[in-house]
């Protein structure tokens, strides 16, 4: 099983402020195969990135991600008031389990 | 355009069962894997299980192997999770998602709260 470490646990910052949030993976995940969500309370996750980089639909693009092998990057370019949320990455290569991050909550500082 | 909503949750004693559902619309469900992904209160996503387009293969977190059982019926657009034996731990918000490309998920349901308390 590929266990995500996401870190760290709580990300400080203030409106218009970057934000980059890690995960790393316990060993290689394959073809990139890394998504990240925001979920906010009583919400459903809501998917930005799969594939490492690549943004879903419709997600803005001071939204990016970056990475392969087992280091992945979430940035927020310049945080936005509805960006304050927790993120969650998720490995979906290989075999099961398929595994998400213990996630990191971004906050207003 | 695309949606999953769930039912079936509520509460239920220790050793009880469960079963959830999920409707599909706004896409041919045929099509896709799905799967179930669960959140304890004030923690993080859990996979539990997904079933591949057909209804032919399916595949189970360790923690809920041998107890739960995840199924489809195509011809009605419904995914669905049956629950035994069921114990505190499995306390959640259960989430049906469409598998994208091996497991990622575009579409989510609103989730259903299950609650195992005696």
């Known amino acids: 099983e590929i266990v995500l470490t996401q870190s760290p646990g709580t990300l400080s910052l203030s409106p218009g402020e970057r934000a980059t949030l890690s995960c790393r993976a316990s060993?290689?995940?394959?073809?990139?195969?890394l998504a990240w969500y925001q979920q906010k309370p009583g919400q459903a996750p809501r998917l930005l990135i799969y594939?490492?980089?690549s943004r879903a639909t419709g997600i803005p693009d001071r939204f990016s991600g970056s990475g392969s092998g087992t280091d992945f990057t979430l940035t927020i370019s310049r945080l936005e008031p509805e960006d304050f949320a927790v993120y969650y990455c998720?490995?979906?290569?290989?075999?099961?389990?398929?595994?998400f991050g213990g996630g990191t909550k971004v906050e207003i500082k | 355009e695309v949606q999953l909503v769930e039912s079936g949750g509520g509460l239920v004693q220790p050793g009880g069962s469960l079963r959830l559902s999920c409707e599909a619309s706004?896409?041919?469900?045929?099509?896709?894997?799905m799967h179930w992904v669960r959140q304890a209160p004030g923690k993080g996503l859990v996979w539990v299980s997904r079933?591949?387009?057909?209804?032919?293969?399916?595949t189970y977190a360790d923690s809920v192997k041998g107890r739960f059982t995840i199924s489809r019926d195509n011809a009605k657009n419904m995914l669905y999770l049956q629950m035994n034996s069921l114990r505190a731990e499995d306390t959640a918000v259960y989430y049906c998602?469409?598998?994208?490309?091996?497991?990622?998920?575009?579409?989510w349901g609103q989730g259903t709260l299950v609650t195992v308390s005696s």
């Open positions: 998602a469409r598998g994208q490309q091996g497991g990622y998920y575009y579409y």
């Open positions: 706004g896409f041919t469900f045929s099509s896709y894997w």
């Open positions: 998720q490995q979906y290569g290989g075999s099961p389990p398929l595994t």
């Open positions: 060993q290689s995940v394959s073809s990139s195969y």
């Open positions: 079933i591949n387009s057909e209804g032919s293969s399916t």
């Open positions: 594939g490492a980089s």
